[in-house]
């Protein structure tokens, strides 16, 4: 494993967080609020993505993951499912050039095999093209559950060691779909609901949470910076007691 486990290490606790993931929630209330149908919510919450992606690349977070489309959000209405995907298509068609542009690496992490292949041939390419970029990584999660993540690292964790029944952390952390990115230092979520809704269950052990009422389509720069400001007013111990921590100072 190339980053630390909050676990079974003491991870460094950086003044502004190297991995901010973010539930974006709240869309379909800011439409409904101004009488517009939800999709127009949807609509407004991709620009709000771009302004974020630029915001996290001009303060040199180098991880942002953002929750899309979750393993129960096909339960919504048929109508809804099938704009979102046509959105992510023309969001992907429109923006992949500029993130390659601006050095952004992007994965797009989740059970992909429910989607089309159009839609999974494009992300395939995406990713292929952005792979070497070092700038962000924008981590964009679709069809992911937290469930189904640990699930399907366990699945691989078994069939990469056939027969063995004794297991560590690191050995099954190695198979989740983010691997390749340190646990989130900073969760956000908002749209004013406190849950996690099945995100990333296993890598949010030791983030800093952060609650917003503000919908995802007003969530801007200047948010942002106030939930950073909220990381850093916290003592992250990962189990210390502050004291330990004072006399490290
Ligand atoms: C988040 O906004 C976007 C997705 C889940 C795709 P919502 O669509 O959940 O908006 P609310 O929570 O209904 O306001
Ligand atoms: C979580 O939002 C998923 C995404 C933002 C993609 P939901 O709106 O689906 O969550 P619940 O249903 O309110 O928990
Ligand atoms: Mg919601």
Redesign the pocket.
Known sequence: MIFKSSTKTVPDAPQVPCHVAI??????????RRMLP?VA??VK?VDAVRDIVEACVDRGIAYLTL????SE?WR?PEE?VSL?MRLFVTALEREVAKMHANDICLKVVGDLSRFDVKLRDMIANAERRTANNKRLTLSICANYGGRWDIMQATRKMLEAHPGVTDFTEEQLAEHLAMAYAPEPDLFIRT?G?QRISNFLLWQLAYSELYFTET??PDFSPAALDEAIVSYQSRERRFGRTGDQLAQKK
Do not use: K, P, Q, V
Request: hydrophobic residues 40%; charged residues 25%; proline residues 0%.
């Open positions: 539930i974006m929630d709240g869309n379909g209330r800011w439409a409904t939800r919510g949807h919450g929750f899309a489309f979750s959000n919504r809804e979102l749209g609901e919908f995802w």
